[in-house]
Structure formats: C-alpha cells, structure tokens
C-alpha cells in the first residue's frame, strides 16, 4: 500500500504541534512578566538554535535511516551507545505519557465547563482520581490503535495539532492587537524602561536561585524536536524537506514565545490579575485568557454580561487549542521513540514480533507492548492508594533529567558525526571542524549547567529525596539499558 509522504508544512505543523506550548508563554509572563523575553531569546540563541541545526544536519545525513536518533548515534559513536542514550530517550518518555494523560483532562474540562472542574468527576462509583486513571488508560490505548493503522493517520492528527495550537496563538494576537487599538496603544502591565525586561513583578522569583530555575525551563520549553528523527523515512525529499522545516520551526516558535509573552501585558496587568487573583501554574492559562476577553468586551465597549461571556468564550476555546495540541504531541510521541528505538537497533537483539511491521508498515506488537506498560503504571498510580502516589512522585523526579539527557549524547556525538568522511552530506551548516568543536562545547556547557542545577536545586529547597531520584533517574535507566543491551547481545550472537 503507498503511503503519502509528509510534506513541508505538513512535517513543520508536527514539529510546531510537538514543540511549541502556548501554556509555556503564560507561565513565563506568571512567573518573570517581561523579564522571562530576555530568557527566552537566550535560550534560543544558545540552544535551541544550534542544537536545531545540528539535527538538521543528522537528519539530511541519515535520510534513508528509519530509527531516528537512534540512526544518528549509531552512525556518529557506535551502536551500544546509541542503544543506551536512545533507552533513556524512550524511558522518559514513557514516564511523560503516564504523567500527561491525567493532565490532559484539564483542557477538556475547560471546554466543557468553562474551568477546571476535573476534580469532582465520577464514573461507575470511582473517585475523581480513578476517574481520571481510567480515563487515561482509555486515551492510550485508543490512540495506540489509531497509531497502528498508519503514518497518514499520525500526519494528519499531528498537522491538525500544530493547526489548532496556531489558530489559538492567532485569535490571541488578534484579541490583543484590538485591545491595544482600542486603547489607543496603552498597556495593562506598563514598560518602566529596560528594568521591565530585566527585572520580574513576581516576588518569588527575585533571589539568583529562582532565577537560574526559569532559565533551565525556558531552555526546556525548547526541547523536543529530536523526536521528528523517527518520521525520517516518511518525509517527502528528506534531504531538503527536514531542514527546511527545521529551520521555519526554529525561527518561528523563538518568535512567537517572545512576541506572544510580551502581547500578554496588552491585556493583563500583573499585580491585579495574577498577583492577587487565584492563579497558579495549573490554572494560569485559563486565567489569563478568560480576563483577555473581558478586555477585549471592555474595550469595545459591550456590556458587562457580554464581557463576561466573551471571557468564558476565551477559556473554552483555550481549552479546545490545548486539547488537541496534546492529541496532536501523543500521536506523534506513542509512534516516534518506540518506532526509532526497535527499528533503529540490530534486528537481531530482538524477537522477531517487535520488529515485524503490521499491513500499514507500524511495529504494531511494540506499540502496543508500549501501551500495556504505560496502562499498568496509569492503574497503579490512580488506584494503589498513598504508597502508589509516592511511586508517581518517584517516577517522574527520575525523568526530569532522564528527558534531556539525549541531547547530550546527540550534541556530544556531532563533532565525531562530522569527522565521518563515507556519509554524504546533502545539507550542511557547521563546515569547520574547529567551529564545530567549540560551539559544541558551549551548548554543551549550557545544557549540561541546566542539568546540574535541576539535580542541585531540590537540596537548595531541602528536598533530598527529590534529588535523590531526579540523580538516580537517567543513571538506573542507563544501567537497565547497559544489562539489556548485554543480555541481547549475547542472545543474538
């Protein structure tokens, strides 16, 4: 059966749709205001920019490749590496799939009901906690079987992803360029000079510690674009097409984080709306954009009923955006790591059910062995009580390193990727060999330095046992990865 190849603005709505968080925006301007701009653009100069191109170029390199970064590894530093960094990879992101479909419920609920109403559901007498768990079971595993009918079906849920998640940023651009017509151009949250973009309103957020935190997550708030790796093989000209989107997805998503946070002081102040409102990180998005379409109705003048409406109106279609953003991230996230993890490595490490491709050429088996696992650790956590909370808890500390540990490993292979004479290399960026080595330092240094103050930072706060696992995490599943890969070895041989 032919499949259709993915086509530019096909591949940059994935990408878009994989990367960019509207909620990103509205908890910067929460928890930095205009200061968080500064952040972002640093962030995206220093990392996401060169790390970008530097996958751009894997990705023209091993365009034929179907194991994504799993191919790029394998090509750059040898097979048992890639194998470890790739399980890693794949393990934290098993760990976000668990975590995630609980949250993914919110947005739902606030198309529904206008908020965040998910902690009073019941279904055949379970608590709103079961609820959720089971919920979330039905989720993954009715994408799953969505995800094995083929890679149409993924290009299209994750293109309408990347679609909805633009629409939302585009009716949010448009509300605030009216609100600042109207008020013949002055702000909610009023610019005091350079200070404004240095400094932030949020007290919390005034010591060098909380500083520090901000910029590893506005330097994550970049991360996820090796994912595409494993969709290589069903991009139309790879060559030409992965760069390109590469690039316009670069550009575009550092842009819109900085112009969309600073659009956010046209309607909010931030000493009336957040700072003495209810607003936290959880609600934070439905606050912000329920008090942009009372704006909005204020500023043209419409009734104070019709303001209100306008502002539920605003938090139900934030709810629908992010909604089917999230569909648009599982779709591609269930089928790109364990696709570039089994299809990638040596046939022969595994047993031939989960390498074998179903009529619409998916690894059906893995997927939906991917499925159980995640289904399994859904149902513990939602049903096992206190002690299974502490797992979860547990679970997801040893993923916070675990998911950005594959750019090391990417970033710390590329100078020996470009050092690799017999590969053909139809797009190329980094063309000397002494500029490669330095700038793949200094990102290095930057990720490298986010890394170590997410593990140090729990034990400025006194939170040891948050360390602990958040150390342990990239650590224990190395070393799962290191005994499986010589276990598999040896039974290959």
Known sequence: MKKDKIKLFGLVMMIFSAIFGFANTTVAYEQMGYGSILWYIVASLLFFLPCSLMLAEYGAAFKEAKGGIYSWLAGSIGEKMAFIGTFIWLSSWVVWLVSTSSKVWIPLSALLSGADKTGSWHLFGLDATQTIGLLGIIWI???????????????????????????????????????????????????????????????????????????????????????????????????????????????????????????????????????????????????????????????????????????????????????????????????????????????????????????????????????????????????????????????TDMANVSTSCPYLFLIGAFPFFKKKKDIERPFEVYKSQLWTNIITIFVMIVLAAGIIFTCVEPILEHQYDTTFWTIIGPVFFGVVAWLFYQRLTVKGK
Not at 269 to 289: D, E, F
Request: proline share 4%; glycine share 10%.
């Open 141 to 395: 595993l009715a994408i799953t079987f969505f995800c094995t009918r083929g890679m149409d079906f993924i290009a299209k849920i994750g293109s309408i992803g990347g679609i909805f998640t633009i629409a939302l940023n585009v009716i949010f651009c448009l509300a605030s360029i009216i609100i600042l017509v109207m008020n013949h151009g002055k702000l909610a949250q009023p610019i005091h000079g350079l200070s404004s973009f240095t400094t932030s309103p949020n007290p919390e957020f005034s010591t060098t510690i909380a500083l520090l935190s901000f910029i590893v997550y506005a330097i994550f708030a970049y991360a996820g674009m090796e994912s595409m790796g494993g969709v290589m093989d069903d991009v139309d000209k790879p060559a030409k097409t992965f760069p390109k989107a590469v690039i316009i997805s670069t550009v575009v998503i550092a842009l819109s984080y900085s112009l969309m946070i600073l659009m956010w002081g046209i309607s909010t102040n931030w000493q009336s709306v957040i700072g003495n409102k209810n607003a936290n990180l959880g609600n934070i998005t439905y606050v912000l954009m329920n008090n942009l379409g009372v704006v909005l109705g204020n500023s043209l003048h419409l009734s104070n009923s019709t303001s209100l409406l306008l502002g539920d109106l605003m938090t139900r279609f934030a709810g629908l955006g992010m909604f089917i953003g999230y569909l648009g991230a599982f779709f591609i996230l269930v089928y790109s790591p364990i696709k570039s993890f089994i299809l990638g490595s040596d046939p022969k490490l595994w047993p031939k059910k989960m390498t074998k491709l179903n009529r619409a050429g998916m690894p059906a088996f893995s997927m939906w062995l991917q499925a159980g696992i995640v289904c399994v650790f859904i149902f513990l956590v939602a049903f096992g009580g206190s002690a299974a909370q502490k797992f979860y808890t547990i679970l």
